[in-house]
């Protein structure tokens, strides 16, 4: 059973930044790509961010919003995928979603990605 596990979130000043971490179980980690999304209270769920297999490249690709700000990279040791979030918005206020993809490619819509977290929330004060 593939179990994916967010942690990271919290509450920070505008400015600030905070990591997320991911950590999956369960299945072959390095053969798929992760990504993140996330959803903001009365918004539809939107991609983040997403990387592919580090063996196809390790490519990462960043929704307009995030582009400069966060950083999304992995771990396949530690079976692990992060998301470090820098120069935090009140607009980023969200709960963050960590995704393992169907393929080793990236993908932004939600259907290509199977398995899902519970998500971790992120507050940006102003």
């Known amino acids: 059973q593939v179990q994916l596990v967010e942690s990271g979130g919290g509450l920070v000043q505008a400015g600030g930044s905070l990591r997320l971490s991911c950590v999956a179980s369960?299945?072959?980690?390095?053969?798929?790509?992760m990504g993140w999304f996330r959803q903001a209270p009365g918004k539809e769920r939107e991609f983040v961010s997403a990387v592919s297999t580090s063996w196809s490249g390790g490519s990462a690709y960043y929704a307009d919003s995030v582009k400069g700000r966060f950083t999304i990279s992995r771990d396949d040791a530690k079976n692990t995928v992060y998301l470090q979030m820098n120069s935090l918005k009140p607009e980023d206020t969200a709960l963050y979603y960590c995704?393992?993809?169907?393929?080793?490619?990236?993908?932004?819509?939600?259907?290509?990605?199977?398995?899902w977290g519970q998500g971790t929330q992120v507050t940006v004060s102003s």
């Open positions: 369960g299945h072959s980690f390095s053969n798929y790509a």
């Open positions: 995704a393992s993809d169907r393929s080793f490619r990236v993908h932004t819509t939600e259907i290509d990605y199977n398995y």
